[in-house]
């Protein structure tokens, strides 16, 4: 069982930054993709950013050119760096992890990030 923990949400201003960090409990990062989703009051959960375990990275079209997602193999983490957010991004964002192959799923709790100024 793959535990993920998500850190760093909060309250932060349009035009900002932010960073999110997601924790896993064991080395996933060699058999694994990672990803951020995100889901805002009555809609969906969506994909916002993910890696592949060689590191080719994948955004939503709405947050391209302002969030960053990253990984830390050594500490077993993935950031999600947010620079610019907009009052549009505020949202639960849970971290993902996708076995691959196999497609074993793992969400973690999820941290609200709000952007308010």
């Known amino acids: 069982q793959v535990q993920l923990v998500e850190s760093g949400g909060g309250l932060v201003q349009p035009g900002g930054s932010l960073r999110l960090s997601c924790a896993a409990s064991?080395?996933?990062?060699?058999?694994?993709?990672m990803g951020w989703y995100r889901q805002a009051p009555g809609k969906q959960r969506e994909l916002v950013a993910a890696i592949t375990s060689g590191g080719s990275t994948n955004y939503a079209d709405s947050v391209k050119g302002r969030f960053t997602i990253s990984r830390d193999n050594a500490k077993n983490t993935v950031y999600l760096q947010m620079n610019s957010p907009k009052r549009e991004d505020t949202a639960v964002y849970y971290c993902n992890a996708l076995s691959v192959p196999g497609g074993m799923e793992y969400w973690g709790k999820g941290t609200l990030v709000t952007v308010s100024s």
């Open positions: 064991v080395s996933i990062f060699s058999g694994y993709a």
